[in-house]
T-cell receptor, first 117, second 115 residues
Framework: GAGVSQTPSNKVTEKGKYVELRCDPISGHTALYWYRQSLGQGPEFLIYFQGTGAADDSGLPNDRFFAVRPEGSVSTLKIQRTERGDSAVYLC???????????????FGEGSRLTVL | AQSVAQPEDQVNVAEGNPLTVKCTYSVSGNPYLFWYVQYPNRGLQFLLKYITGDNLVKGSYGFEAEFNKSQTSFHLKKPSALVSDSALYFCAVRAFTGTASKLTFGTGTRLQVTL
């Protein structure tokens, strides 16, 4: 597709369960970002990939959160032992280039809304 | 550390009047600055950016923003507001130098344009 695609658009789960959220970036974009947006807040940075490697994972809140991008395209955000406080919209964005060579404009998907009961 | 402040939770303006949405930032070194808009149930959409050069940058849908280095501000403006401009607006910053690539966003300002 032409834009960033995220699935599922909505996910309801129970406390303690495991969740995977998928992001398919714009074709050819080497940089990929995950953000989390809670109600009434701005997007909060989680992790940034340049190619297959996580260049900056400083925003991951704890070790229950993990993300991969094995082939440098699709990325999966994984959340173990979900808690009610994990409820938020998880946004994925991609960019043609990251790091110092990139001008920082990000293209966002519509997000995956996670609700933990 | 980099940060963004959007001091107004909501801005109300009548259609046809000029609008301003305020943003101030803090970053080490020179900044890249951005404005994004979020419509209900939609993803964030890029409006405009300042990298270098002219302090007044023009973007999509008739919006513009003015970079003021001495006041560390990057206010979003439009000469004549439309009802369809009603949405949530986010300012964002990243450092110009270094390997850091992440954007840091403000908490957002809801723009309400009425007839």
């Amino acid at each position: 597709g032409a834009g960033v695609s995220q699935t599922p658009s909505n996910k309801v789960t129970e406390k303690g369960k495991y969740v995977e959220l998928r992001c398919d970036p714009i074709s050819g974009h080497t940089a990929l970002y995950w953000y989390r947006q809670s109600l009434g807040q701005g997007p909060e940075f989680l992790i940034y990939f340049q190619g297959t490697g996580a260049a900056d994972d400083s925003g991951l809140p704890n070790d229950r959160f993990f993300a991969v991008r094995p082939e440098g395209s699709v990325s999966t955000l994984k959340i173990q032992r979900t808690e009610r406080g994990d409820s938020a919209v998880y946004l994925c964005a991609s960019s043609p280039r990251g790091g110092q060579g990139g001008t920082g404009e990000l293209f966002f998907g519509e997000g995956s809304r996670l609700t933990v009961l | 550390a980099q940060s963004v402040a959007q001091p107004e939770d909501q801005v109300n303006v009548a259609e046809g009047n000029p609008l301003t949405v305020k943003c101030t930032y803090s970053v080490s070194g020179n900044p890249y600055l951005f404005w994004y808009v979020q419509y209900p149930n939609r993803g964030l959409q890029f409006l405009l950016k300042y990298i270098t050069g002219d302090n007044l940058v023009k973007g999509s849908y008739g919006f513009e923003a003015e970079f003021n280095k001495s006041q560390t501000s990057f206010h979003l403006k439009k000469p004549s507001a439309l009802v369809s401009d009603s949405a949530l607006y986010f300012c964002a910053v990243r450092a110009f130098t270094g390997t850091a690539s992440k954007l840091t966003f403000g908490t957002g300002t809801r723009l309400q344009v009425t007839l």
